[in-house]
DNA sequence: GTGGCCCCTGTTTTT
DNA sequence: CAGGGGCCAC
């Protein structure tokens, strides 16, 4: 009993009716911070030891291979080593590719089959465009492979997809032969994964009764995020004891473009009606500022279940609201402040700095190396996206898997050993003509050369090419079974003179070498579990599991990779209409509705401090374009909020002669554009001539009432140093003189060279010894006057 | 068969 | 602006 009482140990009261919940369907609404994970593993463990429950017979589900990793290292803690081995806890797709692999006879394909990546998805697709001669101008690959991706999401066949345009039509018939080439290949995609799992379940209800069997309890991650055929699939597996335990959150659903649909949470409330509810609404994460941000966001979604999250951990600081001339100062004032809390001691893992589309992390890298700030960077280009990866998977794909075509097309000719166009036609001619598997052509011209039967297929010098390559293919399976994975890819690359092919010698070249060991030293640590293992690892092992390790230094994300993460300070930059929201949402409500929680999601990550960042004009396509600030913006009480840059408070609007030239800006209608503080003058500038017509003239006037406009008054409890807008910001002394000779913590003694108050903050200027010119916010540095 | 040049297009998010 | 694909000249 004292086992189960540490078990919810500093639990609340909701908390704990979760994992102690009894039998049946149990689903679990936890906003953000309120301990969900725990919520999860505690009630894995308790299962076990307060239950009985053997380990094996329970399945836990999550969205990624971390959160899984993450739930497995707590329950060691918890348990100790009772839960080594045996454990059915991973992604959907894990679990998937772990039952379809045992059950391969039922199946189109064998049990060594390879997964197809996104990549290899799309050049599939426009293999097939070309086959059936349509226009890939017209058709794209990219959304002919999104529908039928969301038909796989969904569970339609080709045979089954509806056709109620030519557009459908096509999309179906290219989804048949899509669905016919990977079976030949002997491969699956991501999305068959899923769809496999649940048809395999469907159609032999002794394969289903055996599965649903095993698992006495069911227990799901992220419910939210499920699709229809992960929901179906759930619903398959706990259909023996109906033990099914949902945590999610929909007001952080965010991968509706992936099949996901909140809705499955009142899906389930219909299906189950049963089931438990529990509300998690204390969150342990953040500052009550924070919260009344992010609901004051989200209170504008429908469809959801109300919560009232609350936090005890006070008030805390407003939310600050910067905006930047441009991409490039925005970019630099967030490095810039990083930089100075750093400086006054702050850690650096404490920071987090979020964006919507990857595209957005080169500025923010570029003012980070230049200010010589270390970062981590969480996916963006991507690892197993890299050519040289790709080029060596496709090889040891085509080892274990000769079947695979795809693989073969890309690894045949890289690097060019002289087999072209036409070659690789006469090889699929013969191909099919013999029923065979290119590979298997290869490796039957490769072990019989002239005598081979195909022989005569191809010229003279095609046909000595393809022999060689295929005797070389045939040596490497048979060093698969002699020899061990690190050995085999030694071997890859030493016959294949890889090194020499991508590294010559530049810095581009140097960088892929290193790529290429990292992947040996990948390997090396399959060296046990094999080929088959590491490939099926490397399909679905995401960029952002492969986060950096912990360094304490800040962290880039995109708001999507944020998730299930915090951090005491969290910028979001980028918070101007076409970017959050996006643009391809503005037409849609729902989507506009998921961007709207993906910024809800953001916003929850930040502990203490949340800095919101947009910048007047980007570049975009090269060239400047004006931006106007996100609509979710407004959302937010403007007493929550603490505005700096380039924007500043004066005087409500009548008196402004300034004409907002967008709809949109009548949001600014009360602020004016004054120059920026120019902190960030020492980081470069925008490549085309920069800003040349600020507004400036107009001071703050000392009039100014916030107040008078919206008739509140903005709380006085706010544990910031941040003065209230309702009052005029009050004089700030100079605390130091040119001329000064000032102390830092960290960067010594130097000379003040300038010191000003600009928007309430003091600004010097100062020349160290030692680093030379640095321009710093009094308040933060923490200089001490020697003379 | 290979390499280079030019044009075009395109920027969500990822298991 | 940048990367990819198509086309053309060796």
Same mark, same amino acid.
């Given at each position: *009993?004292t086992e189960?009482?540490?078990l919810?140990n500093?639990l609340?009261p909701?908390?704990?009716q979760?994992?102690?919940?009894?039998?049946g369907?149990?689903?679990?609404?936890?906003g953000?911070g309120?301990g969900? #994970?725990?919520v999860?593993t505690?009630?894995f463990?308790f299962?076990i030891?307060?239950?009985?429950? +053997?380990?094996?017979s329970i399945?836990?589900v999550t969205?990624?291979?971390?959160?899984?990793?993450?739930?497995?290292t707590?329950?060691e803690r918890l348990l100790?080593?009772?839960?080594k081995g045996?454990?059915?806890?991973g992604t959907f797709?894990s679990?998937?590719a772990?039952i379809?692999?045992?059950?391969a006879d039922? $199946?189109?394909v064998k049990?060594?089959?390879v997964?197809m990546?996104a990549? !290899?998805?799309?050049?599939?697709?426009r293999?097939?465009l070309?086959?059936?001669n349509? %226009?890939?101008?017209?058709?794209?690959?990219a =959304?002919?492979?999104g529908a039928?991706s969301t038909a796989k999401n969904?569970?339609?066949?080709?045979k089954?997809?509806?056709?109620r345009?030519?557009r459908?039509?096509?999309?179906s018939?290219?989804?048949?032969?899509?669905?016919?080439?990977l079976?030949?290949?002997?491969?699956?995609?991501f999305?068959d994964l899923?769809?496999?799992s649940?048809?395999?379940l469907?159609e032999?209800?002794a394969?289903r009764?055996?599965?649903?069997?095993?698992?006495?309890h069911?227990?799901?991650d992220e419910f939210? %995020?499920?699709? $229809?055929a992960?929901?179906e699939l759930l619903r398959q597996?706990?259909?023996f004891h109906g033990?099914?335990?949902?945590?999610?959150?929909e007001?952080? =659903?965010?991968?509706?473009?992936r099949?996901?649909?909140y809705?499955?949470v009142? +899906?389930f409330?219909?299906d189950y009606p049963?089931?438990?509810?529990?509300?998690?609404e204390?969150?342990y994460r953040?500052?009550?500022?924070?919260l009344?941000a992010?609901?004051?966001?989200?209170?504008?979604?429908?469809?959801?279940?109300?919560k009232?999250?609350?936090?005890?951990?006070g008030?805390?600081?407003?939310v600050i609201?910067?905006?930047a001339a441009? %991409?490039y100062?925005?970019?630099?004032f967030?490095v810039?402040?990083?930089q100075?809390? *750093?400086?006054a001691g702050?850690?650096?893992?404490?920071?987090a700095? *979020?964006?919507?589309?990857?595209?957005?992390?080169?500025l923010?890298e570029?003012?980070f190396l230049?200010?010589?700030?270390a970062y981590r960077?969480?996916?963006?280009?991507?690892?197993?996206?890299r050519r040289?990866i790709?080029? $060596?998977i496709a090889?040891?794909?085509?080892i274990?898997?000769?079947a !695979?075509?795809l693989?073969?097309?890309?690894a045949i000719?890289?690097?060019?050993r002289?087999i072209?166009?036409k070659?690789l036609?006469?090889?699929?001619?013969?191909?099919r003509q013999?029923n065979?598997?290119?590979?298997?052509?290869? $490796?039957?011209l490769?072990q019989?050369?002239d005598? =081979?039967?195909f022989?005569?297929?191809?010229?003279?010098?095609?046909?000595t090419?393809?022999a060689d390559?295929g005797a070389m293919l045939?040596e490497?399976?048979?060093?698969?079974?002699? #020899?061990?994975?690190?050995?085999?890819?030694?071997?890859?690359?030493?016959?294949?003179g890889y090194q020499?092919y991508?590294?010559d010698g530049?810095?581009?070249?140097?960088?892929?070498?290193s790529n290429v060991?990292?992947?040996?030293r990948l390997a090396?640590e399959y060296?046990d579990?094999?080929?088959?293992?590491?490939?099926e690892n490397?399909?679905l092992v995401s960029?952002q599991?492969t986060l950096?390790?912990e360094?304490?230094?800040p962290?880039l994300?995109t708001l999507?990779?944020?998730?299930?993460?915090?951090f005491p300070?969290?910028f979001?930059?980028?918070?101007?209409?076409g970017?959050?929201?996006?643009s391809?949402?503005?037409?849609?409500?729902?989507?506009?509705?998921?961007?709207?929680?993906?910024?809800?999601v953001?916003?929850t990550r930040?502990?203490?401090?949340?800095?919101?960042v947009?910048?007047?004009r980007?570049?975009?396509?090269?060239?400047f374009?004006?931006?106007?600030?996100s609509?979710f913006l407004?959302d937010?009480?403007e007493e929550?909020?603490?505005?700096?840059? *380039?924007k500043r408070?004066?005087?409500t609007?009548s008196?402004? !002669?300034?004409?907002?030239?967008a709809?949109?800006?009548?949001y600014y209608s009360?602020w004016?554009s004054t120059p920026?503080?120019?902190?960030n003058? +020492?980081h470069a500038?925008?490549?085309q001539n920069?800003k040349?017509?600020?507004?400036?003239g107009k001071k703050?006037s000392s009039k100014t009432?916030?107040?008078?406009e919206t008739?509140?008054?903005?709380k006085?409890?706010?544990?910031?140093?941040?003065e209230p807008l309702?009052?005029?910001?009050?004089?700030?002394?100079a605390s130091?003189k040119?001329g000064n000779?000032? +102390?830092?913590?960290?960067w010594g003694?130097?000379?003040?060279?300038?010191?000003?108050?600009?928007d309430?903050e003091?600004?010097?200027d100062?020349a160290? %010894?030692s680093?030379?010119f640095?321009?710093?916010?009094a308040?933060?540095a923490h200089l001490e006057?020697?003379?």
């Open positions: *009993m189960t009482l540490d919810l500093g609340n909701q908390q704990i979760a994992v102690t919940a009894g039998l369907q149990v689903l679990v609404l936890a953000p309120s969900k #994970t725990r999860l505690n009630r463990a299962l030891r307060s239950m009985g429950v +053997r380990p094996y399945l836990a969205f990624t291979n971390k959160a899984a990793r993450e739930m497995e707590r329950l100790g080593e009772q839960v045996g454990l059915w806890l797709h679990i998937c772990r379809l692999r045992r059950e039922y $199946l189109p049990s060594n089959f997964i990546d990549d !290899d998805q799309e050049a599939l697709v293999r097939i070309k086959e059936f349509l %226009d890939e101008k017209l058709y794209r690959a =959304s002919i492979h039928i969904n569970l339609v066949l080709p089954s997809y509806p056709a345009s030519y459908d039509e096509v999309v018939r290219v989804y048949g032969r899509y669905q016919e080439l079976e030949a290949n002997n491969s699956l995609d999305d899923l769809l496999m649940v048809r395999l469907d032999n209800p394969l009764q055996k599965y649903a069997q095993r698992f006495e069911v227990l799901v939210q %995020d499920t699709n $229809l992960q929901y597996l706990s259909s033990n099914l335990f949902a945590v999610g959150d007001d952080q =659903s965010i991968y509706r473009w099949g996901a649909d809705r499955n009142l +899906r409330e219909q049963k089931a438990q509810k529990i509300l998690l204390q969150n953040s500052t009550q500022t924070v009344d992010a609901r004051a966001v989200i209170d504008q979604n429908r469809n959801r279940t109300p009232k999250l609350f936090s005890e951990r008030r805390g600081e407003r609201l910067y905006e441009d %991409d100062a925005e970019a630099a967030v810039d402040t990083i100075q809390n *750093m400086a702050v850690a650096g893992g404490d920071f700095v *979020m964006y919507r589309t990857n595209g957005q992390s080169r923010l570029e003012a230049r200010s010589g700030v960077l969480v996916g963006a280009q991507r690892f197993y996206g040289e790709k080029d $060596l090889y040891l794909r085509l274990s898997n000769p !695979d075509e693989s073969l097309l890309r000719n890289v690097p060019p002289g072209g166009d070659t036609v006469a090889l699929q001619l013969c191909s013999a065979l598997s290119p590979g298997e052509i290869l $490796l039957d490769g019989k050369g005598q =081979s039967s022989w005569s297929f191809f010229s003279g010098r095609g046909a090419i393809l390559f045939a490497w399976q048979s060093a698969l079974e002699k #020899t061990s994975l690190p050995a085999l890819f030694d071997r890859i690359l030493l016959d294949t020499l991508i590294d530049s810095e581009e070249g140097n960088d892929r070498w060991q990292e992947l040996q090396y060296e579990r094999g080929l088959t293992a590491f490939l490397l399909a960029d599991d950096p390790e360094s304490n230094v962290t994300m999507h990779a944020a998730k299930g993460l915090e300070q969290v979001i930059s980028g918070l101007d209409e970017l959050l929201p996006h391809r949402s503005i037409d849609d409500p729902e989507e506009m509705a998921e961007e709207r929680r993906l910024f809800y953001g916003l930040a502990r203490n401090r949340l800095y919101l947009r910048a007047d980007r570049s975009t396509y090269g060239s374009q004006d931006s106007v600030p609509r407004e937010i009480p929550l909020i603490k505005r700096q840059g *380039m408070y004066i005087e609007s008196t402004s !002669d300034w004409n907002p030239r709809e949109r800006r009548d009360r004016e920026p503080p120019d902190l003058l +020492r500038m925008p490549p920069s040349a017509n600020y507004r400036g703050a009432n916030f107040e008078g008739g509140q008054s903005p006085a409890d706010f544990g910031d140093e941040i309702a009052k005029p910001a009050p004089e700030i002394q130091y040119a000779r000032v +102390r830092h913590p960290s003694e130097g000379l003040v060279i300038q010191d000003r108050i600009l309430g003091e600004i010097v100062v160290f %010894d680093v030379g640095k321009r710093l916010l308040a933060l006057i020697i003379r």
